[in-house]
């Protein structure tokens, strides 16, 4: 049994629909082998700018692919209700949830827009949230 694993290995995911948080470093390059493998996927995070420009970078590297930028705050309750909201209009189901996105070691004590400490929630308690919010399409996939 090969125990090395590598991208190559994901296989066609060209009828899959997934979604990314984080735009950079490792959401940002999850993003890019899930589209690479035929994926369609949304990349959601809170800077449009950053977003926009992981997209344009992924579709520089694979032309026909199909990517997208969605905007969510993790540290804001409302934020992943509105992202929720907007991608139960647009998808029929999500085949792929990657729960990436985070914070590490703020300087100073800080709180989300709903008063919790900022690490713990958009570390934890939001990408429950969003789980929770994308959960009846979630469920809507035959292998999710």
């Known amino acids: 049994m090969d125990k ?3 991208p190559n290995k994901i296989g066609d995911l060209g009828n899959k629909i997934a979604i990314v948080t ?3 470093g490792i959401g940002y390059e999850v993003a890019l082998c899930l589209t690479k493998a035929g994926a369609k996927v949304i990349l959601a995070g809170r800077n449009p700018d950053k977003g926009d420009e992981a997209v344009q970078n992924i579709l520089s ?3 026909n ?3 997208s930028f969605g905007q969510i705050d993790l540290a804001s309750l409302t934020s992943i209700r509105q992202f929720c909201e907007n991608i139960e ?3 029929d189901r999500i085949d792929i949830l990657v729960n990436n996105a985070g914070i590490m070691n703020p300087p100073t004590r800080k709180t989300t827009a709903d008063n919790f400490e900022l690490q713990t929630g ?6 429950f949230a969003l789980t ?3 959960l009846p399409l ?3 996939s035959q292998s999710a």
């Open 4 to 6: 090395k694993w590598t």
């Open 22 to 24: 984080g735009t950079g």
């Open 61 to 63: 590297q694979v032309p």
């Open 65 to 67: 692919g199909q990517i």
């Open 89 to 91: 209009l647009t998808l």
């Open 122 to 127: 958009t570390n934890y308690l939001g990408p």
């Open 132 to 134: 929770a919010g994308l």
């Open 138 to 140: 979630l469920k809507k």
